[in-house]
């Protein structure tokens, strides 16, 4: 569904129901909010009821690729980090990525060894690095690289206060163990802002066609059309099939 699209059916239904008119921005706004609501819901499934909250630390790029937002999925490659280094920035992979801007990290990892090798292992995913170093830091294998299961360090993301004041708040990760010497490198998988939707000049959704009839009903939800009102979504969408 283009944007034109989209503007036009939540137009109808808001007339349908005698809404107030909204503005081409304020519609704009409503699709972006929608947009990133749908991508939270993908990357974290517990916003979902009945799902399990370690399912958090389960996302993977094939999942992107499978659940519709594959095409914002990019892999940034962090090199030359100094020996002891515990953490990198988001400005730091911001940097590293060909384009798009870090909006959730995926997945994180470590490179075999040092030097030219190519191998790199993902990371596993904690809520904190000093709790979880503590149990990790202990195993046998924990300096072993193995893959799945036997992942050979962790990572988790955080955030710093930045600016003279210090309140700006800027994202990161910190990972365990330390950066063994200077050129480690790592790869970051991050999922990147999508475009910002726009009626004029015209920027179409990126997320799958799939989640555009779902986009323009939580649309309609934040602009305050009651979820009552989704039996007349619902026959909207099937007017338009019928038109197609």
Do not use: W
Not at 68 to 97: E, M, W, Y
Not at 205 to 215: K, S
Request: aromatic share 10%; proline share 3%; charged share 20%.
């Amino acid at each position: 569904m283009t944007t034109a699209e989209l503007s036009s059916r939540f137009d109808l239904i808001c007339d349908k129901v005698g809404s107030p008119y909204f503005t081409a921005a304020e519609k704009a706004d409503f699709f972006n909010t929608a947009q990133l609501s749908i991508i939270d819901e993908i990357i974290f499934p517990t916003k979902k009821q009945d799902r399990k909250d370690v399912d958090i630390f389960d996302f993977s790029r094939e999942d992107a690729f499978q659940q519709g937002i594959g095409t914002l999925v990019r892999t940034a490659t962090v090199t030359g980090i100094a020996s002891g280094t515990t953490n990198i920035t988001f400005n730091q992979i911001n940097t590293a990525l060909v384009s798009g801007t870090v909006y959730k990290v995926i997945d994180f990892l470590v490179q075999a060894s040092t030097g030219s090798t190519t191998t790199y292992n993902s990371a596993k995913r904690v809520r904190t690095i000093n709790s979880a170093s503590r149990v990790y830091g202990n195993l046998r294998t924990f300096n072993s690289f193995t893959n799945n299961m036997g992942r050979s360090a962790i990572y988790t993301i955080s955030s710093f206060a930045s600016g003279t004041t210090g309140t700006t708040s800027q994202g990161r990760i910190e990972f365990f163990p330390e950066a063994p010497v200077s050129g480690s490198s790592y790869l970051v998988e991050v999922v990147v802002f999508p475009r910002a939707i726009s009626i004029s000049p015209v920027v179409n959704p990126e997320i799958d066609a799939m989640f555009h009839n779902e986009l323009l009903f939580r649309s309609l939800q934040l602009a305050g059309i009651s979820i009552r009102e989704k039996e007349l979504y619902d026959g909207t969408n099937l007017e338009q099939a019928k038109e197609q």
